[in-house]
């Protein structure tokens, strides 16, 4: 009933910034949470950022001082902005929510970084 749909990934030289955005659709009432997530070929998916139950944001700390997460709650997305890139950003990006007591994914986009 609710589908999440990424975009703004791609391939950026180090040091340069993307805006990763996930749009929400469907059955949405509220939306208790939200976050993002990553995954590097041979790694585990972490954390990168995402919203706690008091309503704080947690950054994983690779990420503190160069990415950001907002939401436009009109148009039910949430965006992640990328800076200072750096090689080991590259990944998997995943947006989730908690939407109504029930999570979901998106599908993942990749970012790719280079040197």
Known sequence: QVQ???SGGGLVQAGGSLRLACAASGSIGTI????????APGKQRELVAATLHD????YADSTKGRFTIS???????GYLQMN????EDTGVYYC???VDGRDYWGQGTQVTVSS
């Open 4 to 6: 999440l749909v990424e």
């Open 84 to 87: 200072s890139l750096k090689p």
């Open 71 to 77: 939401r436009d709650n009109a148009k039910n997305t």
């Open 96 to 98: 989730t929510a908690k």
């Open 55 to 58: 309503g704080s944001i947690n």
């Open 32 to 39: 208790n949470a939200m976050g993002w997530y990553r995954q």
